[in-house]
T-cell receptor, first 110, second 115 residues
Framework: RKEVEQDPGPFNVPEGATVAFNCTYS??????FFWYRQDCRKEPKLLMS???SGNEDGRFTAQLNRASQYISLLIRDSKLSDSATYLC???????????FGKGTRLSVIA | NAGVMQNPRHLVRRRGQEARLRCSPM?????VYWYRQLPEEGLKFMVY????????ESGMPKERFSAEFPKEGPSILRIQQVVRGDSAAYFC?????????????FGEGSRLTVL
């Protein structure tokens, strides 16, 4: 089982749509979780951290379910500029490095 | 530019040659991480370094790959006797703290093509 698994997509959605990405992680000792965004042939950039209580940043909402080892990202009112690959990230156990999922590709269409 | 700087951005090597990739972390950051990204694959951790120390090299192939972060100068990822399978994007990231739970700031990557 991969450490961090994501649906690779692609998700093709019209502008203004709401889209949700899911992610599961295998290491129950993981303590920190993030969503990164990576544009085509660019570097990954932090989109938001994910907290147990859930957190929102504008049109983006992230949620964590520790019991199910499940992380989600919701994007409301999609914009063309949201088109990118979204990477789910979990910390390893102890002092091991961050583990990245393969990413979910989103295309927002006019 | 105060971000993570990587060079070269693109590097072409023939099989058997050596590749050297350089990374200067963000100002004030002393923790450097190297990740490799193959086409259609996720980022794979390779090595974590602090100045003059390798902290975690669990993701580094046992042969041909080495990394350093000297007291002065950039971090260097060195690949000897490159093979076609080494073709990938190599990303360097830095962080202010080394607790591995904070934000990583990535460079634009070095894309290695082995002919």
């Amino acid at each position: 089982r991969k450490e961090v698994e994501q649906d690779p997509g692609p998700f093709n959605v019209p502008e203004g749509a709401t889209v949700a990405f899911n992610c599961t992680y295998s290491n129950s000792a993981s303590q920190s979780f993030f969503w990164y965004r990576q544009d085509c042939r660019k570097e990954p950039k932090l989109l938001m951290s994910v907290y147990s209580s859930g957190n929102e940043d504008g049109r983006f909402t992230a949620q964590l379910n520790r019991a199910s080892q499940y992380i989600s990202l919701l994007i409301r009112d999609s914009k063309l500029s949201d088109s990118a690959t979204y990477l789910c990230v979990a910390s390893g156990a102890g002092n091991t490095p961050l583990v990245f999922g393969k990413g979910t590709r989103l295309s927002v269409i006019a | 530019n105060a971000g993570v700087m990587q060079n070269p951005r693109h590097l072409v090597r023939r099989r058997g040659q050596e590749a050297r990739l350089r990374c200067s972390p963000m100002k004030g950051h002393s923790h450097v991480y190297w990740y490799r990204q193959l086409p259609e694959e996720g980022l794979k951790f390779m090595v974590y370094l602090q100045k003059e120390n390798i902290i975690d090299e669990s993701g580094m192939p046992k042969e041909r790959f080495s990394a350093e972060f000297p007291k002065e100068g950039p971090s260097i990822l060195r690949i000897q006797q490159v093979v076609r399978g080494d073709s990938a994007a190599y990303f360097c990231a830095s962080s202010r703290t080394g607790d591995r739970t904070g934000e990583l700031f990535f460079g634009e990557g070095s894309r290695l093509t082995v002919l």
